[in-house]
């Protein structure tokens, strides 16, 4: 018996023969057919559009030839699908772009989806990479936050770093060594990227206790009323009972380490970095990693190194906070000065 | 290494590939991966959420996204919900609506929360959207009756009206005889917060009955229970449903008559309601237990024993949501009989009582956490805790999603060993390692917050009160949460420095909430002054901050990222701090 076939011509020229049920399973070209009567030899090959290559031609006539077949359950023909669309990215994109100029619709979809599966999840960087796109859109046109500059992992060791040098700075002070000197400039740069609020650090000792601490985290003056932090929402949203008024006889008092204090007790300066040392020395627990740590001490000595030239310009950048490196005259010496 | 040649996709392709993505996160992924792409993006845009409605104007996503169908927007910070947010702060739908009216005629859905809504927006709804087809309104105010009611007189393809958690202004019982006689289109009815007398009950009983493809019927709390059996007689094909007041005379002809109708209802999976429980009546609904998926039983005061009974019925349970009269035991039972259980509440029958007046402690999450293999979600109001306790849960369940821990007393400590919690906590985010969500309580240090910034990265909304020492802990938490969203914090000792030293981080996140801490007025301001971009609001009912020396600390701080620049509909004790409120050196 006489088998019909249809002759299909690509982009490059080459031409072949397909069976007939197997090409019409394409609407394109069953419109070429029925509509225009061409495809039946190889003079009147239907010309496929250019997105159509040899290879994603075998693989639409693949697909084609099993989907075709009238008695298959869904069981079968999703199995198929799922095998069928297993091929890397590039020959996906291809696909889906052959498949859509053909109008076979089935196709387009699994590899639609397909590619919407690669693209969930990923942040706009891997995308590009990934399907080979420019990266041109503006800042403006990026409604998008500004990155998160604290990602940096040597912001991290440099804020270890720091800690260090304040205490290598209390130190030296404490010697009374001239070498102080050059130590302090870089103690009042830290002090101004970091402690905007600090007073005028004219003098030698430099760091004011600018901010207050509160001397008893245990305030027993606490409202009875005071509940947990989540109320019941269901509930009528219950007043949640503490107002707190503003204590301000604890905001505006100096708090100096006392002998009994509890260890948690620091001058206001110190807290940010020192307290973070203090931590490392003390193994209370075993919930942080002590490789880690030790990998980080390690790296911090490295990185002291490598910074003493430019890290002026490093924070600068770290803070974005303009070229300005004045430190700001605020007044805030506790007492209400 | 060349860079290779992009792939040119026609752009109806791209737009086909993009109709499979729907998260808000993937779609805004692809929307920032190049300028065609953006452009496909926006154009193709079906569903758009605004998580903080200042964050950006309406005209500006009118602009962007001119073929929206789904608007989500969000208003008031979260810590509103325990009444920190004064009244009258913001949050008004109203311009959204407007500038949606005339640039949309074809919405289709409105989800709002935490937001202000007048009748007057409801009947602009009602008037211009042709095919409106879902609201919901979730913890909003703002409205009566008489809005609902034009909603209910003009969408005539109106499929879901949810009113979840609001607060509606009564004015006629008679709204929802406002739907025409015609109106068959309904899926979705949640009316659980509406008061006595706003619901007529002959007018809902014609109205589920012509509506034949109703799934989600939540009713409120003045549906007597004689009434239920009607209504569901009425929907059996529901999914969800919501009960009136669970009381009644015991009365064996009404009980035969409730159980026989929920028999009937074989698709339902979610049950909530049970306002002024009569625990005679419960074993009306065993038929339906096997199949329930979702138990809301928050409001249904019945104890331990009447509990363990109705819980060890629902196997398939995946959501509970209870009150501590389930106790340790009941836990227990839920623990070996709900092994598909997904997320957990546990809300306290007595918050303000000096003393606890049931036997819930730490056991009961312990027996959960260890019982249940897909336990992801948690929120767990309690009297005590260990380190201990904490340790283990974190251990049993890694794959928490959502961790919220509320010990009823601020700054309780470890009650076996007295010392703050920050073990246990830190346990928490050192093995879960997926934690999206936690909400700290008990006596804490800095020292959590170091745990905290160097586990939990992926962690993007933390709620905190009452902890910490020193700026310390703020710093650990900006510096080190990579995925930090949303901060909320109230009663801590966190001031200016960990705030100003971190400035930039508050532009990655959505919003940060400080109340009762110590952030001075001077540190706000330098900040507004700063960072263009966020917008700096000092909330304080004392006054203007600059009567007070500007050392002193600010009563409420809500910062957010923003593109729409200062609000306008600011009340009186509220001040956004920008440029032009910087020093005067």
Redesign the interface.
């Known amino acids: 018996m006489m088998k019909s076939y249809i002759w299909l011509q690509t982009a490059d020229g080459s031409i072949q023969q397909v069976e007939q049920e197997v090409a019409m399973f394409c609407p394109m070209i069953c419109h070429e057919v029925i509509q225009k009567g061409m495809g039946s030899s190889k003079n009147y090959a239907i010309s496929l559009p250019q997105r159509v290559n040899p290879a994603m031609l075998s693989l639409i006539l693949d697909y084609c030839r099993f989907h075709q077949v009238p008695g298959r359950s869904n069981k079968e023909r999703k199995s198929f699908d799922e095998k069928f669309i297993r091929m890397d990215t ?1 020959r996906l ?2 696909l ?2 052959a498949a ?1 100029s053909l109008q076979l619709k089935p196709l ?2 699994l590899t ?2 397909a ?3 690669i ?6 960087e891997e ?2 990479e990934i ?7 503006t800042e403006e ?11 940096d992992p040597r ?2 060791l440099l ?1 270890r770093l720091y800690a260090k040098k304040r205490k290598e700075l209390k130190e030296r002070q404490k010697l009374k060594n001239i070498e102080v000197e050059e130590e302090r400039v870089d103690d009042r740069s830290v002090d101004d ?5 600090n007073g005028d650090n004219g003098d030698s000792k430099g760091i004011k206790n600018s ?4 001397k008893n ?2 305030r027993k003056d ?1 409202q ?12 009528n ?6 107002n ?1 008024v ?1 204590h ?1 006889a604890e ?2 008092q100096k708090v100096r380490p006392g002998v009994g204090a509890t260890s ?3 001058d ?1 300066e110190d ?2 970095f020192d ?2 040392n203090e ?1 490392d020395d003390v193994d209370i ?1 075993d ?2 990693d002590p490789a880690l740590k030790e990998k980080i001490d390690r790296e911090v000595e490295d990185f002291a190194r490598r910074l003493n030239s430019d890290w002026p310009e490093r924070m600068q950048e ?5 070229h300005e490196r004045k430190p ?5 010496n ?1 007492n ?1 000065s | 290494m060349h860079k290779k040649m992009a792939f040119s996709f026609p752009d109806e392709v791209l737009e086909h590939v993009f109709s499979f993505i729907q998260s808000d996160k993937d779609r805004n992924a692809v929307s920032m991966v190049c300028k065609s792409w953006y452009e496909i993006e926006r154009w193709c845009r079906r569903k758009v959420f605004v998580g903080n409605c200042y964050a950006v104007s309406p005209r500006m996503v009118i602009r962007r996204f001119p073929e929206f169908r789904s608007i989500e927007l969000k208003g008031k910070p979260h810590f509103a919900d325990f009444n920190l947010v004064p009244d009258g702060w913001g949050g008004y739908v109203s311009p959204w609506i407007e500038e949606m009216a005339g640039a949309y005629p074809w919405l289709e859905e409105i989800r709002l929360k935490r937001m202000v809504v007048t009748d007057e927006s409801l009947e602009l709804i009602a008037k211009s959207f042709k095919n409106f087809k879902v609201l919901v309104l979730s913890s909003c105010e703002g409205f009566s009756t008489d809005g609902l009611a034009v909603i209910a007189a003009s969408c005539k393809n109106l499929k879901e009206l949810d009113l979840r958690d609001c607060e509606v202004d009564d004015l006629s019982a008679h709204w929802l005889s406002h739907f025409p006689e015609t109106y068959t289109s309904l899926v979705s009815l949640n009316i659980s917060c509406l008061g006595s007398d706003e619901v007529s009950f002959s007018a809902l009983e014609r109205l589920v009955g012509r509506c034949t493809n109703l799934k989600t019927l939540r009713l409120n709390r003045a549906v007597p229970l004689d009434k239920i059996a009607n209504i569901l007689r009425h929907a059996p094909q529901l999914v969800e449903f919501g009960t009136g007041t669970y009381t009644a005379d015991v009365r064996p002809d009404v009980y035969s008559d409730l159980a026989g109708v929920f028999s009937s209802c074989k698709e339902l999976k979610s049950l909530s309601g049970f306002w002024d429980v009569v625990p005679d009546y419960l074993p009306a609904i065993y038929p339906v237990c096997s199949k329930l998926t979702s138990l809301n039983l928050s409001y249904a005061t019945i104890q331990s024993p009447d509990l363990i009974k109705l819980v060890s019925h629902c196997p398939n349970l995946q959501r509970l949501l209870v009150l501590d009269y389930i106790e340790d035991s009941g836990l227990e039972v839920l623990a070996s009989s709900c092994k598909d259980l997904q997320e957990l509440r546990v809300f306290p029958s007595d918050p303000f009582g000096a003393e606890p007046n049931v036997s819930l402690t730490e056991q009961g999450l312990v027996a959960v956490s260890l019982g249940c293999p897909k336990l992801q979600s948690v929120l767990y109001f309690c009297r005590r805790m260990s380190n201990e306790a904490l340790v283990t849960i974190a251990r049993n369940r890694p794959n928490f999603t959502r961790f919220r821990l509320c010990i009823i007393e601020p700054k309780t400590a470890d009650y076996l060993t007295l010392e703050p919690l920050d073990v246990g906590f830190g346990a928490i985010v050192q093995y879960c390692k997926d934690l999206k969500r936690l909400s700290l309580s008990g006596l804490l240090t800095d020292r959590v917050f170091e745990y905290i910034g160097t586990y939990a990265k992926k962690l993007e909304m933390l709620s905190v009160a009452f902890a910490g020492d020193s700026d310390l802990g703020l710093h650990h938490v900006l510096s080190g949460c990579e995925s930090l969203r949303k901060l909320e914090i109230r009663d801590c000792p966190f001031g200016d420095k960990a705030l100003l030293a971190n400035a930039a981080k508050l532009e990655t996140m959505r919003s940060l909430w400080m109340s009762s801490c110590a952030v001075s007025f001077a540190a706000c301001k330098l900040l507004g002054q700063k960072m263009p971009r966020l917008n700096v609001e000092v909330i304080d009912e004392r006054g203007p901050p600059d009567s007070r020396p500007e050392n002193c600390p600010v009563d409420k701080l809500y910062i957010y990222r923003s593109i729409a620049g200062p609000r306008f509909d600011m009340p009186p004790f509220v001040w956004t701090m920008d440029e032009d409120s910087g020093l005067r050196l």
């Open positions: 590039k994109c291809e889906t772009s859509d387009v979809d639609s989806r590619l919407a599966r693209i969930e999840g990923k942040s706009p995308i590009r399907f080979h796109l420019p990266d041109d859109l046109e990026k409604l998008e936050p500004l990155k998160n500059t604290t990602d912001i991290r804020n990227l970091l402690s905007f609020i901010k207050s601490k509160k985290r245990r606490q009875k009323n005071a509940s947990a932090n989540e109320a019941i929402k269901n509930h949203k219950e007043p949640n009972g503490l707190q503003c301000s905001v505006g948690n007790l620091h206001v807290d940010i307290n973070k931590l627990d919930e942080i770290i803070l974005s906070f303009g700001v005259h605020f007044s805030l506790g209400g």
